[in-house]
């Protein structure tokens, strides 16, 4: 089995996107930056307060993360770079040059989708000098540079399996000099730890994973600070309830707000205990109540197709698939799902973007910005789980892709042998029976490695859809079937290649023999 192993050629199935469940002698640290996460900051030179503010809290980050890993382990830093400026990721490079300088064995980037971004990316990593490797890669290829078991989002949406260090961090930041200000900073909405592999996740400075600002000469931007220049009066008042007696009289009142909020007191109180109530959503202009309205009903529209046609989609695909051909119409069908996904994570993102520039612009009375910021919420929560959920499945779907096309090739390359081996012998000389022997040999080492890596991929699969317990029952017991089939086949194959060389063999002694009769018939003759 050896020697079959060094003689082996390119095999395009063996590696794929799959959990070998092996343990990785690397440790890994994983940044995740979301959209945006570095918006609005002037990221350059050192020199600048808030460049500088972010660079100590990246490094403080990388500390802090490198006191939880062995200290005999090599690192790996893999960096999400696909949604922040090239400006931001020189300096994340900056920040583990300075503090994995000796421990940092590799930086593997996950390149972003624009060609142009790519070539420009290249051309910066190769004018910089760093003591540890950059590597760009896309992200359909990081199996080849790290382990994907891993991965934060590769099997654990939930994080189940991760130990949450964010708070001891926190607490080691606000003790470490000189402290930053929080404004200034990304915020870190996820810290983890999973063996040797860390998961670093930073946003935009208090924001949540969806919140952005509206771009300049943004026109829905425009539209709301008209309405409010136009406005005499703000779009809703903040008044805190008030009582008559709430101020001693004959006091002086200075702040004009005040004055207002008394005033109004004075005209709507019929009684000393009545406080003045927020006035109805029909007295806001009626481009922004319009656009209130329009976002409730756009954030229920994707709850509902989240709820019922998105996880009825999802559901449809959870088969493994009894054939190739199923199996690759299963996977056409999860792209469509993934890009559907996709679209509805940017209407989120656009919807929680007006939600909070309303709530931070608009003035709106905590009685409709609340119950709307919490709406907002809930569909920040459920796009981010189905995205998990279409994530896992995505893996799903590629293994069982994968276990198909390893079994057909091991079915294609065995065939070839079987009809080889079916043939009649018929007789030939000693040389070309050789021969025959030497392609039988080739044949099935071609064929052992088909097998190997068909039970490979079939037993790892297996052990993946373990995790789901019960639910997969069909699938495992499909996988199983598969496996004893094949096995049958190889071993059916071994039996018809002994016996097929048996008779060369034979063939081979039958002819020895004639020609030493054939030599002793001479010999004689001779005599």
């Given at each position: ?53 972010i ?25 999400d ?104 900073i990304?915020t ?5 730890q ?8 930073l ?11 509206f ?46 909020a ?20 029909k007295e ?88 709307l ?51 009649e ?26 097998f ?7 037993t790892?699969?297996e ?10 029952k ?53 005599e």
């Amino acid at each position: 089995m050896i020697s079959l192993r060094k003689q082996r050629g390119v095999k395009n199935n063996r590696n794929s996107l799959l959990v070998t469940g092996t343990v990785s002698p690397e440790a890994l640290i994983q940044f995740v930056f979301n959209t945006n996460c570095f918006r609005s900051k002037d990221i350059g030179s050192l020199n600048t307060k808030d460049t500088f503010s972010i660079y100590n809290y990246l490094c403080s980050l990388l500390v802090y993360s490198i006191k939880h890993l062995k200290s005999d382990v090599p690192v790996i830093v893999l960096i999400d770079a696909a949604k922040i400026p090239i400006k931001a990721l020189r300096l994340i490079l900056k920040a583990c040059q300075n503090v994995l300088a000796f421990r940092s064995k590799q930086v593997v980037i996950a390149q972003p989708d624009s060609f142009f971004v790519q070539q420009k990316l290249s051309l910066d990593i190769l004018l910089e000098s760093y003591d540890f490797k950059t590597t760009l890669c896309s992200k359909n290829k990081l199996w080849k540079y790290v382990n994907v078991a891993d991965l934060a989002d590769a099997f654990t949406p939930s994080f189940n399996n991760w130990n949450d260090i964010r708070k001891g961090f926190e607490e080691h930041f606000k003790q470490s000099p000189p402290r930053t200000e929080p404004s200034q900073i990304p915020t870190l909405n996820r810290l983890l730890q999973k063996g040797c592999s860390i998961l670093i996740e930073l946003s935009h400075p208090a924001e949540g994973k969806y919140l952005r600002v509206f771009e300049e000469n943004d026109p829905l931007g425009k539209l709301v600070k008209e309405e409010k220049e136009n406005s005499s009066e703000p779009i809703y008042d903040e008044a805190i309830p008030l009582q008559r007696d709430s101020k001693p009289e004959g006091s002086e009142l200075d702040d004009s707000e005040t004055v207002l909020a008394a005033s109004k007191t004075k005209t709507f109180s019929s009684s000393d205990k009545t406080t003045v109530s927020p006035p109805p959503i029909k007295e806001l202009p009626e481009s922004i109540a319009k656009l209130l309205e329009e976002q409730k009903e756009a954030i229920h529209e994707l709850l509902k197709w989240i709820s019922t046609a998105g996880l009825a989609w999802l559901d449809s695909l959870e088969e493994v698939g009894e054939s190739i051909d199923e199996a690759r119409q299963l996977e056409k069908q999860h792209r469509s799902l993934s890009s559907r996904t996709e679209a509805v994570i940017d209407q989120a993102a656009e919807i929680s973007e007006v939600v909070e520039f309303l709530i931070r612009e608009g003035s709106i009375h905590s009685t409709i910005c609340e119950p709307l910021k919490e709406l907002s919420n809930e569909l920040a929560n459920a796009v981010y789980d189905f995205r998990q959920r279409v994530k896992q499945q995505s893996l799903i779907r590629e293994n069982s892709l994968r276990l198909h096309e390893a079994v057909t090739e091991f079915y294609n390359e065995s065939d070839a042998l079987l009809k080889a081996l079916c043939n009649e012998i018929r007789p030939m000389e000693e040389t070309n029976c050789q021969t025959e022997m030497n392609e039988l040999d080739k044949n099935i080492a071609v064929v052992e490695d088909r097998f190997e890596v068909a039970n490979e991929i079939c037993t790892v699969f297996e052990n993946l859809l373990n995790e789901d317990g019960e639910k997969r029952k069909d699938d495992r017991k499909f996988i199983k079937e598969q496996l004893s089939l094949i096995t049958e086949r190889r071993k059916r194959c071994h039996e018809l290649l002994d016996l097929h060389k048996l008779k060369l063999q034979q063939m081979i002694q039958l002819q020895h023999a004639e020609n030493d009769q054939k030599q002793k018939s001479e010999k004689h003759i001779l005599e």
